[in-house]
């Protein structure tokens, strides 16, 4: 348990949907209002819904070593089906996460 009192590790059993629909619940998703999301750093919406890497990368289905590697900046061109999940779990489009906008050939500012 950590200070807020929930579990910061998601074990290979863990019930995803769970997962999601705590850190949506959390804050997490899409902008209200129907105005277009900022366009932020992966770890930033990461850690808006306040999700661990590991949590993120369980959501999406991808492994922890690439939620890392994007944040770190060392996965510079990540996989299609890669940008779809993280976005997807995040609730967002992947324009609004700085790292997908080169991957998906847009100006990395905002």
Same mark, same amino acid.
């Given at each position: 348990?950590?200070?807020?009192?929930?579990?910061?590790?998601?074990?290979?059993?863990?019930?995803?949907?769970? @997962?999601?629909?705590?850190?949506?619940?959390? &804050?997490? &998703?899409?902008?209200?209002? &129907?105005?277009? +999301?900022?366009?932020? +750093?992966?770890?930033?919406?990461?850690?808006?819904?306040p999700w661990t890497?590991?949590?993120?990368?369980?959501?999406?289905?991808?492994?922890?070593?690439?939620?890392?590697?994007?944040?770190?900046?060392?996965?510079r061109a990540p996989?299609?089906?890669? @940008?779809?999940?993280?976005?997807?779990?995040?609730? @967002?489009?992947?324009?609004?996460?700085?790292?997908?906008?080169?991957?998906?050939?847009?100006? +990395?500012? &905002?």
């Amino acid at each position: 348990m950590n200070q807020r009192g929930r579990s910061r590790t998601v074990g290979a059993g863990a019930d995803v949907a769970t @997962v999601v629909r705590r850190g949506r619940a959390a &804050g997490g &998703g899409a902008a209200a209002g &129907g105005a277009p +999301p900022r366009v932020a +750093p992966l770890a930033a919406r990461r850690r808006l819904v306040p999700w661990t890497q590991r949590e993120l990368a369980a959501a999406a289905g991808v492994s922890v070593g690439t939620v890392r590697g994007i944040e770190q900046g060392l996965r510079r061109a990540p996989h299609p089906r890669v @940008v779809r999940a993280l976005a997807a779990v995040l609730g @967002v489009p992947p324009a609004a996460v700085a790292e997908f906008r080169p991957v998906l050939g847009i100006c +990395p500012a &905002g």
